[in-house]
Nanobody, 123 residues
Framework: QVQPVESGGGLVQAGGSLRLSCSAP?????MGWFRQAPGNEREVVAG????????YYADSVKGRFAISGNNAKNTVYLQMNSLKPEDTAAYYC???????????????????WGQGTQVTVSS
């Protein structure tokens, strides 16, 4: 399978917005966004399971971030609003190529990863 490719990161002031995009050629059952700040473990931000269009959000981003996508094109987006300095991290797109049930919220649920895109929020 081809590795997912992210785009859309950058530098923004607190309260601003950014939109991340990811394309993962090949069939996927779910896609997700994770982030990792220096010294921290990689953590889930949001995920989408195509069957039933089920979405999941980390508590820290609920109400501010929105995940959406196109199953046929295996693309996923993350709209990030009201950004905070603590959102600063490298953001990674992940693709799940096998089916299942439930939410996919850990790094072990995904097999393919993008290289990451940096998001920096200044105060």
């Amino acid at each position: 399978q081809v590795q997912p490719v992210e785009s859309g990161g950058g530098l923004v002031q607190a309260g601003g917005s950014l939109r991340l995009s990811c394309s993962a050629p090949g069939r996927t059952f779910a896609m997700g966004w994770f982030r990792q700040a220096p010294g921290n473990e990689r953590e889930v931000v949001a995920g989408i399971r195509w069957s039933g269009t089920i979405t999941y959000y980390a508590d820290s981003v609920k109400g501010r971030f929105a995940i959406s996508g196109n199953n046929a094109k295996n693309t996923v987006y993350l709209q990030m609003n009201s950004l905070k300095p603590e959102d600063t991290a490298a953001y990674y797109c992940a693709a799940r190529r096998r089916g299942g049930s439930g939410y996919y919220t850990t790094v072990f649920d995904y097999g393919d990863w993008g290289q990451g895109t940096q998001v920096t929020v200044s105060s």
